[in-house]
């Protein structure tokens, strides 16, 4: 499996950039997890919005939903120019009925509801779910392929079962949109400190910290993170990928 950052801000993108949306590939499947605001314009530099193969959403915040709509305008623009395409599966929870239907777009996107009790096959990809602490339904991912192992968390507080969930994956996508130094429960969000406390005690290979605040030194998260976990971690950034 290969992932890669295409945008990693929290709440909206800075200037130039874009808030939640990472691509993972696997055996010519190409599924983008999130679709923030900015994910378009940035995933056309190296990838385009024609060739996916699935789209799959934690949640309906605008920072990890806001560019669905471009996403289905491009792939019907590209239709009209002559580009043959499926239909595009966009994967999501059907808990927000409107936005839920906002998934489905003439011939171009289909909404398909993922039920979180539930493993979900998508090419190549196994994806399992858990329902995170965050102010709206919202859920963590561990998304599999030939033994390889990636959890993402989506957007939420710190809690116990995300251990097990996360146990032993060879990557860790955890949002940190707080410093060690404060509080995110009550938002929603993770700390530095959370996050290295959840890569550890998960045993996971290695922690990326994404989701990240518009304030403070970012580099201080990174060094928060590791007063708890000694393996490798690293600060998302556009296009940092990793292949398992």
Request: aromatic share 10%; hydrophobic share 35%.
């Amino acid at each position: 499996m290969k992932f890669t950052v295409i945008g990693y801000w929290g709440g909206y993108p800075k200037a130039n950039e874009a808030s939640s949306g990472y691509l993972l590939e696997h055996n010519g499947f190409h599924l983008l997890i999130d679709c923030g605001s900015g994910v378009l314009s940035k995933m056309q530099s190296f990838f385009q919005p024609e060739d996916l193969n699935g789209v799959i959403l934690s949640h309906y915040h605008p920072d990890h939903t806001a560019d669905i709509g471009v996403l289905q305008h491009a792939r019907l623009i590209q239709g009209f120019l002559g580009k043959e395409m499926d239909c595009l599966p966009i994967y999501g929870h059907s808990q927000d009925e409107a936005e839920f239907a906002k998934l489905s777009y003439k011939n171009i996107t289909k909404g398909i509801a993922y039920e979180p009790d539930q493993a979900l096959t998508i090419g190549p990809f196994t994806v399992q779910f858990l329902l995170t602490d965050h102010p709206v339904p919202c859920y963590a991912m561990r998304i599999e392929a030939e033994g390889k192992s990636i959890v993402y968390t989506a957007d939420t507080s710190y809690k116990e079962e995300l251990v097990s969930f996360s146990s032993g994956a060879d990557l860790l996508v955890c949002e940190c949109n707080f410093y060690g130094n404060q509080n995110g429960k009550n938002a929603g969000h993770m700390t530095s400190v959370d996050a290295g406390t959840l890569a550890s005690k998960a045993n996971v290979r290695q922690l990326l910290l994404t989701h990240l605040p518009h304030f403070g030194q970012i580099e201080q998260l990174k060094e928060e993170a590791a007063t708890k976990y000694s393996r490798l971690i690293s600060l998302a950034s556009y296009q940092w990928s990793v292949t398992l």
